[in-house]
């Protein structure tokens, strides 16, 4: 079943932003950087400009101002301030817009809703399932999002959220877990927060609550029939209009589904709720189910979407499906420590890259479904006795050589393990192995933790520990232990060893134990995962125990895989089963969520290295580092910052002074003011702000920039602007608090400015000429085939997948753009660096990113040209390089680093100058003052100084052009009459037209004769 077409609410706040589908939207905000400018965040500014949405700006402006301000609340007492990423920013605008909606216009929102189902946008099994809205239907929201993905963050701006527009006074606020460990952990979170908040306690005292306050509870203490004091709480304890959020609340058992359904529908009776899980696709498929979660739903980020956006880890999951036999058990379990001891050995050889994209040191877990019963117990007991197994350097070593000798074979006759263990393969040193895992060599000792029930350590001989077991029935663990002949012994002084796996010098390098791994535990560490018992119960609880394994925190915490191939082992999690029931059903509930993928490599051929192997290419100094080489005193300069206040105020005035005034219309005589003449600035917390910017510093890491009070007090007096209505005052403290907030907005618009420029300044001045055989790695290689580009596939796509593979393993077809082009769409311009360059395709991931319909164009009409006019090939060497975003050429501008799309080189044969074009194909309706914006002034003009540099004995000379998808006629329609420029000034500086047939002509007269 395809769940994401009956998702009804999710599409209706879709097509509000011109999009029929999930997919659209997304990838319309991937590519926006995180941040702000004037006041706003670079989403708000994008959806703005965004053709086929439905919301007026003001509203947009308004929407984004609030999210600002829920992110400064959460994150005043943070030692990391977040930031939200763009699909965080969707999740909470959607909700933003909901609950104004609900609030404000409700049965007019419930009409929209239900003419929208009624219309012709949905299929009509989906309208005859889902049927139309009532208002009992918009008391609860839903999240399907990813493990990892922010849920929590998500709910805290909800929380404020609802503050904000507040549809009723909540009598009682709870926060609804599964287990103690989630609610301790979500009691933490909300303390960062600085969101009032208590654990349910024994006692249950109400007493000297805070406003607002949420109440942390797991669903197995509430109840209608209380089962003694303590135990339970009678939901009865909760009368009145209720706010409810619920923490991954389905646990895929449908008795205990129908019971908390029946709790949570009395809790919110009168009330409303807020639900987040990652699980979601694992309880839909029937029916009564989904027709209430799909008028839920608001938004979904389910792991699909996560995993093909780069974000957390890759995985890598070994099937055997002869588990009952001694050998193929003992070697999934030899493959997955050798797995992990490589892992080890990558993150100490690359621990400076490691450590720059935040990975931690690797963990290797067993994981077991429940904590008591015979087969689990043994389950666990086997992995004891495989370890004590390999600490036999015979017997491991015995296994070893099977494993990397390929005798282990699949259906098809393959190594299992022929794409695996590179590192291990170039030679290793087994007394290494024991050292890095086991912390050296001894008796393998079991050790019974007093200090922490149903904890066992694991060490050998006086080494410190190295595992940890974590159990339940701690009494029939331990005769099953005496039974496979191992000694218990008694260790009364250390303290919980599973609490010590987070810290950063921890020796625990291997987890064994049951399901509480699943859900509230928070480690960024596993690598390596063995299941156990784990997968007969539904999915869900596999979903989460694999969103544990695949979190990752990423550079500059971004959540994302860094693509660098030195460190991808510590990207990916390791997967081994020793049950192959137990897998299959993890790999069932994996394709439920759509997230089985088949990566394939597709090679290019590398063309024309002698020609271009001594090039110039432009790169940085790396052993000079703006942050160390330059102390930077925030000063006043030339760079201003402003904001319009007009919508806001408007707005403001509108929904918070007078509620029954809906319109934000305002028709007055504007001014750009400084915020001294509307206030004295001297009232405004400048420990608050001062506070704000010290942060703001810290985040974006401007390490080495410093600023005092009265500086930035004469910066937000001096070029800092807001245009306000004339007649606009500040007429009370609450005008006031917002002025505040907009001139930290602004102190922040111009710290950023600053800073970027003068790095940009200082990069400018570490810029060299290196040769571009040297640079370009990947290809200066002997052979001329190099794998480059890796495709991401569904699984379930298995005719596209087989048809790819053909293409791919013939490189004379895949150098045909003809032959199959509708599958692999791809182009070759015989004067690239690399052929093919493969163009995007709907449904599949590819990696370095493909090029779009653009970059196509502008491809084909240089590919034309050239064929066209041989005589500028006799006296030139001409080569084209797509230059990759963050790995290639790349240049510091003020509002960020700027990659453009294509290098050219342009050499004389019978000379020595050399032209370097830079060239970015590119929309241009969103870029607004264009010939004023700084990306176009950078081109035409910057770059030339930028580069102006010595190349042995070349002249060298540089060039910079934007080649417009956007036609002429369009570009000046949308441009007040006024404003509007001829074609001919756009192209003195260097906007060439893709629609003009002359383009190319016009391309190569500015670049050879200017």
């Not at 117990?377 to 350097?393: E, G, H, P």
């Not at 319909?853 to 040209?865: S, T």
């Amino acid at each position: 079943m395809n769940i994401e077409k009956y998702l009804v609410l999710n599409k209706y706040f879709l097509r509000l932003f011109g999009e029929e589908d999930n997919r659209g939207l997304l990838r319309y905000l991937k590519s926006v950087e995180e941040g702000e400018r004037d006041g706003l965040t670079n989403f708000a500014i994008n959806l703005m400009t965004k053709e086929g949405v439905r919301l007026p700006k003001d509203e947009l402006k308004r929407y984004d101002q609030n999210i600002q301000e829920y992110l400064r609340k959460i994150n005043q007492s943070r030692p990391e301030r977040i930031r939200l990423k763009y699909f965080q920013y969707l999740a909470v605008l959607f909700t933003e817009i909901f609950l104004d909606r609900l609030k404000n216009r409700k049965w007019e929102f419930l009409a929209e809703l239900n003419d929208f189902v009624i219309s012709n946008s949905l299929e009509k099994k989906v309208r005859e399932t889902v049927g139309e809205f009532s208002e009992e239907d918009l008391k609860k929201l839903a999240f399907w999002m990813a493990t990892g993905s922010g849920k929590t963050l998500i709910m805290h701006i909800n929380y404020l959220q609802f503050l904000r527009y507040k549809p009723f006074e909540p009598d009682n606020i709870l926060l609804i877990t599964p287990n103690e460990g989630l609610s301790k952990q979500h009691y933490e979170e909300m303390q960062k927060s600085g969101i009032p908040c208590r654990l349910y306690s024994e006692s249950g005292s109400s007493s000297g609550r805070r406003e607002h306050e949420v109440l942390i509870i797991e669903i197995t203490k509430l109840a209608e029939n209380t089962r003694g004091r303590g135990r339970s709480i009678h939901i009865s304890a909760f009368e009145g209009k209720n706010l409810i959020f619920v923490d991954e609340g389905h646990k895929g058992k449908r008795s205990e589904e129908k019971k908390w359904a029946k709790l949570r529908d009395k809790l919110i009776e009168k009330g409303f709720a807020f639900e987040y899980s990652a699980t979601f696709g694992q309880i839909l498929d029937k029916e009564d189910i989904l027709k209430e979660y799909a008028k839920a739903i608001i938004f979904d980020y389910s792991y699909k979407y996560f995993y093909l956006d780069g974000y957390g880890k890759d995985f890598w999951v070994l099937n055997i499906k002869n588990s009952k036999i001694d050998d193929f058990t003992e070697m999934a379990f030899c493959a997955n420590l050798l797995d992990f001891y490589q892992q080890l050995l990558v993150y100490e050889e690359k621990r400076r890259i490691a450590r720059e994209h935040n990975i931690e040191k690797p963990l290797w877990i067993f994981v077991g479904s429940t904590v008591s019963g015979k087969n689990i117990d043994s389950d666990i007991v086997k992995v004891l006795d495989l370890v004590r197994n390999s600490l036999n350097r015979d017997w491991l070593k015995e296994r070893i050589d099977k494993i990397l000798n390929g005798e282990f074979k699949n259906e098809k006759g393959e190594d299992i393990f022929r794409h695996k263990f590179e590192r291990l393969r170039r030679g290793f040193d087994l007394e290494d192995l024991y050292e890095k895992v086991f912390n050296g060599r001894g008796k393998l000792r079991v050790l019974e933790i007093k200090r922490a029930e149903g904890e066992f350590g694991l060490r050998l001989g006086e080494n410190a520990y190295f595992g940890v077991v974590n159990i339940g029935d701690v009494s029939a663990f331990k005769k099953l232990l005496k039974e496979k002949g191992f000694e218990i012994e008694q260790d009364a002084i250390s303290d919980s060893l599973f609490d010590s796996i987070k810290r950063e010098n921890s020796t625990i390098n291997i987890l064994i134990g049951s399901k509480k791994f699943i859900e509230g535990w928070d480690t960024w560490r596993v690598s390596c995962m063995g299941l156990l018992n784990i997968g007969k119960g539904e999915g869900p609880q596999i979903i989460q125990l694999f969103g544990r394994g695949v979190r990752l925190k990423g550079k500059n915490l971004s959540l994302k895989r860094s693509g660098n191939p030195e460190i991808s082992t510590l990207e990916t999690l390791k997967i081994y089963g020793i049950s192959a029931d137990y897998i299959g059903k993890f790999l069932s509930a994996i394709k439920k969520e759509e997230v089985e993928f088949e990566e394939i490599k597709v090679p290019v051929r590398v063309l024309n290295r002698e020609i271009w192997k001594d090039f110039p290419y432009p790169t940085k100094d790396e052993s000079k580092k703006f942050e160390r080489e330059r102390v930077l005193c925030l000063r006043l300069d030339t760079i201003s910052a402003s904001m319009n206040l007009v919508p806001s105020i408007a707005v403001y005035m509108a929904q918070e002074r007078r509620e029954d005034v809906q319109s934000s219309e305002v028709e007055t005589e504007t001014a750009s003011k400084s915020i001294a003449d509307l206030v004295n600035i001297e009232l405004f917390d400048w420990t608050r702000i001062y506070t704000e910017l010290l942060e703001f510093k810290k985040e974006r890491g401007y390490l080495n920039l410093s600023f005092d009070l009265e500086t930035l007090k004469e910066i937000l007096k001096e070029r800092c602007k807001v245009i306000v209505p004339n007649d606009f005052k500040v007429k009370d403290l609450e005008d006031l608090k917002n002025l505040e907030n907009m001139a930290i907005s602004l102190l922040k618009s111009y710290i950023d400015k600053f800073y970027k420029r003068e790095k940009g300044r200082f990069e400018k001045d570490i810029i060299t000429y290196k040769p571009a055989g040297k640079q370009l790695s990947l290809f200066r290689l002997a052979s001329d085939k190099v794998e480059y580009y890796t495709l991401t596939v569904p699984a379930k796509e298995q005719k596209l997948i087989e048809k790819i593979k053909e293409i791919v393993e013939n490189m004379d077809a895949l150098l045909d753009e003809h032959k199959e082009k509708d599958i692999l769409p791809r182009i070759v311009i015989d004067n690239s660096v690399f052929v093919p360059l493969l163009l995007e395709k709907e449904g599949i991931n590819i990696s370095p990113p493909a090029l779009n319909r653009g970059e196509k164009r502008f491809l084909e009409g240089l590919r034309d040209y050239l064929d066209k006019h041989p005589e500028i090939l006799d006296k030139y060497h001409i080569v084209l390089l797509r230059n990759e975003a963050r790995e290639g050429v790349g240049f510091m501008l003020d509002w960020g680093e700027f990659y453009p799309d294509f290098i050219l080189w342009i050499r004389e044969k019978n000379g020595n100058i050399i032209y370097i074009v830079f060239v970015e194909p590119k929309g241009l309706k969103m870029l607004g003052d264009l010939l004023n914006n700084e990306k176009i002034i950078f081109l035409s003009e910057g770059l030339r100084e930028t580069l102006r540099k010595q190349y042995e004995n070349w002249q060298v000379e540089v060039k910079g052009f934007v080649l417009s998808t956007t036609p002429y006629e369009e570009l000046r329609r949308g441009q007040a009459s006024e404003k509007s420029k001829s074609q001919e000034e756009y192209e003195e500086k260097n906007i060439l037209f893709l629609e003009d047939q002359y383009w190319a002509e016009k391309f190569f007269k500015r670049v050879l004769h200017a």
